[in-house]
């Protein structure tokens, strides 16, 4: 749990120094691509697995566009304008827009006092790591445009969450996932050309291609495997408090390594955002185990 809750945290930082020295979407394609590869090979060529049926990648492809293209590719786009611990604490949001969406569109009023206060805390820490970020010191160009991508890209993983829980799709989830980042490297790619945003790739600087080998490596592969590792090992209440360290992570190393402002206020607003989603997180929990418990009339 500490690799996964560590390591992901530093990918923020290391998609950050990528974008500074290359197009986003161009290096997020690579990454995508590189990534992807490993896992579709391990599983085709070791575990002997057949390719996807037309049904399974339609939806494969749905799941790409959202939680690939939409939440990796956007957020890793609003790293180009905003700093790096805000663009990953609002990506840490998702569990709140999740139960906004429900309680909009699937009319799901099982929510309790709780849930509302955790959203509550939630925005309180957002707004204040953005007033910090956005009217403390110098602004930097595109700011706002960049807090606008990466709300899309959490809302974007949070449609795919949704849609992954209503519709079980009966392949290997990993192996589903090295297709989804082929996928999605594939239409990244043809956004970047497209839009005439790339460089050739004898000018990719060498800190680039380290940025990216950390995100391959460290980020997909040795991470993948220790999560799931402490998923299978761990009670689910300890293992998903990985979640609420990587922004944390992403901060503290950003305003390490790369000079990112980092102050007191910043960091209450990092801790209530986080508290916030525990909270929701802990009260969907206990609405469930309420409703198991509750015996038949």
Known sequence: MATTSIVWGTTWVASKVAVSQMPAFQMASIRQFLGGICFVLF???????????????????????????????????????????????????????VVIIEMLFFKNNNVSVLTFAGLLLGIVGIGIVFYENAFQGIRPPGFFLGVLLSFIAMLTWSAGTLIIARNKLKINPYYATGWQMLISAAIMFAIAVISND????????????????????????????????????????????????????????????????????????????????????????????????????
Do not use: C
């Open 43 to 97: 599983f085709m060529l070791y575990k002997k697995l057949p390719l996807p049926t037309a049904k399974q990648f339609l939806l494969l492809l749905i799941m790409s566009l959202l939680m690939f293209v939409g939440a990796n590719g956007l957020s890793t786009w609003s790293l180009q304008y905003i700093p790096t611990g805000l663009s990953s604490l609002i990506g840490a949001l998702y569990p709140l827009s």
């Open 198 to 297: 790339t460089i050739p790739v004898s000018q990719i600087s060498g800190k680039a291609w380290l940025a990216l080998a950390h995100l391959v490596i460290s980020g997909s592969l040795i991470t993948f495997a220790a999560f799931i590792y402490s998923m299978k090992k761990l009670p689910p209440a300890l293992f998903s408090l990985y979640a609420y360290f990587n922004p944390l992570v992403a901060i503290v190393t950003a305003g390490l390594l790369l000079g990112e402002k980092l102050n007191i206020h910043i960091l209450w607003g990092a801790i209530v955002t986080l508290l916030g989603v525990f909270l929701v997180n802990y009260s969907i929990r206990k609405n469930r185990q309420d409703v198991i418990a509750e015996p038949e009339q």
